[in-house]
């Protein structure tokens, strides 16, 4: 579903076009109608807007937020640009007794506003002066169209003003609709600004594009050339990035041309991933939701590569138990023949002492690729042994180590009973024990 736009006319005297799919190559002025362009207009976003106004600032909306209203949808996070700088919205804010919070983004011109409870991130225009490929030094400017130049992908550099104007500079909205991925100007510079951007390409690439392989020659050339700066970008930047990616369409795709391009090595994964392996399990969880580790558990082959990962990208303990789980039980802990398929994954979770094996239970079906015992799983309420040491003590059973092995013995019988036998069974049983 596509924004509908209206193509205005750059010179005063011309009349207004009616409604049309946007087609331009060259910066030009379009005007987006749509319902989830006009809900973003809350009490908070019309304060901020007469703010600027009053001065004279211009502000827009960028990056991210234009692309997703373009494309029919209500962005969830809305940064804006402008051409005011940080003292002057400092200044401007304050006489207006607006409330600034997270000052941590001035020094790179950003500051956020708090108005009617909602916070409005707010960026002056910037040029990059100084970049070492992973921060750059800015320059503050009031030229949209170098603001736009920095950016990465074609897509995110656009511009949208208060009033519905579209501002493009680089033929985003065209590769948008055309659903193309490319980089703002020349790949090797864009990539040589920031390295993680090379991972950012192959996540807009599953978010957007319609099918693989639909890659620009010179793009993957640029990135195969400048895959080794990815060595220099923190782990928990490229792990942010490499999950998006996981979770995103084309995945089987994308994780075997990173092999290819050298990037694996750079990002935490082993040399020797199984990639067959991560083509099975990438087709078995297509539809289940699985979580960014199920799927890259199946490149893995054994727990020292999840240490390895762990040591790169400082992976969550609630990422590296479920690692260690999958590679450990994908294998030994399938379905039973017979009637009772899901008895052995059962059975586990009622021995188990560890915490959300539940859940990794769900991820170890999904990986292999179990849809219809995965519901069945889902829907199972695990059962609570109906027996307690009280029982057993109104029956006469004192002794605390009589009460512990009558109690095993009994659990025994109600796992061999398929959960299903209640108390008064139970404890008829213990009477022929």
């Known amino acids: 579903m596509w924004a509908e736009v209206l193509l205005l006319p750059c010179r005063a005297g011309l009349r207004l076009l009616p409604p049309l799919r946007l087609?331009?190559?060259?910066?030009?002025?379009?005007k987006l109608q749509s319902p989830q362009f006009q809900a973003l207009f809350t009490p908070g976003l019309r304060s901020v807007a007469e703010l600027f106004e009053k001065k004279n600032y211009e502000l827009r909306i960028a990056g991210g937020a234009v692309r997703d209203l373009l494309s029919g949808m209500t962005p969830q996070d809305i940064d804006f640009a402008t051409t005011a700088t940080p003292a002057e919205m400092k200044e401007m804010f304050t006489s207006a007794g607006v409330r600034l919070i997270n000052n941590k983004g001035e020094k790179h011109g950003t500051i956020t506003a708090r108005l009617h409870e909602q916070n409005f991130e707010i960026t002056t225009l910037r040029i990059d002066v100084v970049t070492d490929g992973r921060h750059a030094e800015v320059e503050f400017t009031t030229d949209w169209e170098k603001d736009a130049e920095r950016r990465d992908l074609t897509?995110?550099?656009?511009?949208?003003?208060?009033?519905?104007?579209?501002?493009?500079?680089?033929?985003?909205?065209?590769?948008l609709k055309n659903k193309k991925i490319r980089f703002v100007g020349k790949a090797s510079e864009r990539i040589q600004e920031d390295y993680l951007r090379i991972l950012r390409y192959f996540r807009f690439y599953g978010r957007i594009a319609e099918k693989p392989g639909d890659h620009e020659p010179t793009t993957l050339q640029a990135i195969k050339e400048n895959a080794r700066g990815l060595a220099g970008i923190s782990g928990e930047?490229?792990?942010?990035?490499?999950?998006?990616?996981?979770?995103?369409n084309h995945v089987n795709h994308l994780v075997q041309l990173m092999y290819e391009l050298d990037i694996a090595q750079y990002i935490g994964l082993p040399l020797d991933g199984n990639l067959e392996e991560f083509a099975r399990v990438a087709k078995n969880t297509q539809n289940l939701c699985?979580?960014?580790?199920?799927?890259?558990?199946?490149?893995f082959k054994v727990k020292d590569d999840i240490t390895n990962l762990d040591l790169r990208l400082k992976i969550s303990k609630e990422e590296k138990n479920l690692g260690f789980f999958l590679v450990k039980h994908r294998q030994e802990l399938t379905k039973a023949m017979g009637p009772e398929p899901l008895r052995p994954y059962q059975d586990f979770i009622m021995d188990s002492r560890e915490a959300n094996t539940n859940s990794k239970i769900f991820e170890l079906l999904k990986y292999q690729g179990e849809e219809h015992l995965l519901r069945e799983m889902q829907q199972w309420t695990v059962p609570t042994f109906p027996v307690s040491g009280h029982d057993l003590r109104k029956m006469g059973v004192s002794s605390g180590k009589e009460i512990g092995t009558a109690l095993q013995q009994l659990r025994n019988e109600w796992k061999k009973s398929g959960y299903h036998m209640d108390k008064e069974e139970l404890l008829s049983c213990l009477k022929k024990l």
């Open 23 to 30: 087609r331009h190559r060259a910066p030009a002025a379009m």
């Open 155 to 175: 897509v995110n550099s656009m511009f949208l003003g208060l009033d519905g104007m579209l501002y493009d500079f680089f033929n985003g909205y065209e590769d």
């Open 237 to 248: 930047r490229i792990w942010v990035e490499l999950k998006k990616i996981l979770l995103g």
């Open 290 to 299: 699985p979580k960014p580790m199920t799927l890259l558990m199946s490149l």
